[in-house]
């Protein structure tokens, strides 16, 4: 026997791809906000109460953390990592403009 059912359209699939690429882009942009949010706290706290915006073993606990997330997830530890290296830049930005800021 032979399967008759016809061969989807590619674009009809790389349409519904596309489209969930695009729902998850922005549940990703979401999510970064709503990080954002928390870590604008952080700042203000750190800030307020004179603490370095950086904490480094916080930074390699978290980059440990995220590694084995990735790799549970199938997804490139070392690409996690530059990830987090690339938002926490941001963060220290904020945070030292927080301190900046509260003096």
């Known amino acids: 026997m032979t399967d008759s059912a016809p061969a989807a359209d590619p674009r009809e699939v790389l349409a519904g791809l596309r489209g969930s ?8 942009i979401f999510l970064l906000a709503e990080r954002f949010r928390c870590t604008k706290q952080v700042g203000v706290l750190k800030a307020q109460h004179g603490m370095p915006a950086s904490d480094p073993a916080r930074e ?4 440990a953390r995220l590694k084995r997330l990735a790799s549970e997830a199938d997804l490139d530890p070392e690409f996690a990592e ?7 830049a941001e963060v220290i930005r904020h945070h030292t403009a927080a301190a900046s800021d509260t003096v």
């Open 21 to 28: 690429i695009d729902n998850i882009d922005a549940a990703l």
């Open 82 to 88: 530059k990830w987090f290296n690339f938002v926490v």
């Open 60 to 63: 390699e606990q978290q980059i």
